[in-house]
């Protein structure tokens, strides 16, 4: 769209209504003037003319944990208002479905795409569309710039290019592909120039990773192979083909499957919480280091958000020592404080070892998502007890 209309439509009316009837970029302004003259004003873009797509994925297992050799059975779905349905419209390798091994656990990106409502990846190609930089790059060839695919090659591994490349698009510069000087964007802020870099440095990836069918079975094995315990990070993603004015929009749904075992230091909240780490070492007979928390009466502990989906028992493992625990009682329940208690198990006071024990506590009969809670409690204000980890079992 070329040159700006200005469309100036309500005065000081509270719910401005607008329909929009064409396609195309709009910037939404409000100003405000006071009595005695000051301006202010703030404004939105608005795309028009292509709406969003709609993914889901939806999973026959459990949407928290892996197990060795567990099988999910998921199922794609996609409409968009433009192309159509998933066999009806659009085609089964215009979907982009991978499931990938993250050794290492989980890094930001990973979560921030996740929680994204629109996809990063989506909003980078858009704003890139909608600024100068296909007049110097394209995609896939070079022209007066590098072409976004080799950048992506060129940084793939390198953990630190993104803060890199955001400063060099906003500063500009020559020296890294050639003499040719790449302008400068002072105007772009951090967080857009951010969505530009992860859309470009993830044209590189597309070939290392592996493009499922939209409906299918994958067994957990990865981690097996690998000997480790990372995550599983499942993503299924549709650009649609564009409007005729807006370019393509891209929607992104993504599951990521954690081993069953969490370590108790991990809780989302809780009262009166408390962790320690014991160093190797520094206890007899202690050749590892040792994340805990202490379980004081009246303390509980939550863990949000767990599928239990196909779990049958959630095992408690809990270190005693007789000088600083007293035993008491650990409870589990779901959902709140005074939700539906799993169980109540009474604990001794430990016996002389500081030597891990494991209490199992029944789930079979919850199913679906919910928040753990574990609660200690004792009629004396002593610890009950510590706990290390909290494992999901079949
Ligand atoms: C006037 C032409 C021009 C425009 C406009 C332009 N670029 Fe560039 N870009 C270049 C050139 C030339 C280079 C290579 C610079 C070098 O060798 O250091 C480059 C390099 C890059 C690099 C790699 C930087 C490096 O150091 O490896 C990225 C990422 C990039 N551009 C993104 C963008 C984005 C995003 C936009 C739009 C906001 C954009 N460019 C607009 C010409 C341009």
Redesign the pocket.
Known sequence: MNGVWEIRLFQQKKKPHYTFDHPGVFTVSLGVKDEEGAFGSSSIKLKVGNALPKLSIDINGNSSFYWDNSILSYQISVRDEEDGTLGAGITEDEVVTTIDYLQEGLDRNVIAMEHGALSQLGMGRFL?EN???N???QEEKKS???SFYA?SK??QMDSSAKK??VE??QNG??????E????A?PA?ADSD?GS??DY?LSLGRQDIVNNLPTSGKYTFQEHMKKESQGVYVFTASYTDKGGEMIGPLTQQQTLILRKPIISAVNFDDGLRTQSMNIEAGTVPGLDEALALIIGEAGSYYVYEDIDFKGISTVNVTILQHPQYMNGGILELRMDSVGGAIIQSLNIEQGLLDLGPSDLKFNVSEFEGMHDLYMLFKSHENKPICAVTDIAFLR
């Open positions: 890139i600024s100068d930089c007049s110097c790059h007066i710039g590098p950048i060129k940084y890199y490349l060099k698009i510069g020559a020296g890294v592909w050639g040719v000087a790449m302008a964007h772009l120039a530009m870099v470009i």
